[in-house]
């Protein structure tokens, strides 16, 4: 019988921890831990953020599992990072696979920059999005277009088509906390698409987990607490990349690294004190990679 998965009834908890983290950081007043998204608090019922304000809630602690706030923190900041710099550097367009609560489109696009932005998941979490949007009064601004797609179900070339998606410029596709909930024939087939409808100069950022975590060597810190957490609200990881095998992975797509970072860089690169000591540890079981489009 097939399984049937969480976020087809309700929206991804993972979204929602996501957007949780990220509002706790942008509430911290260590400058280590603290990145941009103000949005997300905005999103936030008003009693969690009383929490977060008033320490009672802390996300660093038993709350989460390892090194798992740490590496949102890192990532979030990344991602930002390259959305912000692709756009000074002559990106067209942006397509978000696997939203979730991402509300770059606002923080760091305006109406000069004329860049469309094309978010797209499952339409459950969409309608949640949107919904919290029209609640807070949050004003959606006129480029950015929102596509529902079950990964795993429909086909985004069609439906990016039909908004008017032009595949000549070039793109930056974020693929954030999304390939290792999909399987690997969908992860084949949006790696297929993504090099289908990219122009030379195209970007990808993604973030993969380790296949070892899936074959339950526990090998990385925090990896036994996160696995099991996402599996037990049934958005199990399914899919994975030994790290030693991203490079082939990549080229069988006509994509190149530009940059590669495991728990260690991150930790090197986010979490450095001015007295050159690292501050915290970020959870092992995650890897992010930033790409570009070959000829």
Known sequence: ??????????????????????????????????????????????????????????????????????????????????FIESIKKGIDQVVILGAGFDSRAIRLLDEKDRIRVYEIDINITINAKLKQYKKRKIKLPDYDTFIPVDFEKENIRTKLNECGFNRNKKTLFILEGLIMYLSEYTVMETFSFITDFSSQGSIIVFDYVHASVLRLENKYYGENAIYNRVKKDNEQWIFGIDESEIDKFLMNFNLSIVDHLNSKVMEERYFKDDSGRIVTKVNGTHCIVLAKKMI
């Open 1 to 82: 019988m097939q399984r049937t998965r969480r976020i087809e009834n309700y929206s991804s908890r993972t979204a929602n921890y996501t957007c949780m983290s990220r509002a706790s950081s942008y509430l911290e007043n260590n400058p280590l831990f603290k990145s941009g998204d103000y949005i997300a608090v905005k999103l936030l019922p008003r009693f969690i953020k009383l929490l977060l304000l008033c320490k009672i809630l802390n996300l660093k602690g038993k709350i989460s599992p390892e090194g798992i706030y740490q590496y949102v923190i890192a990532r979030t900041k990344y991602f930002d990072n390259v």
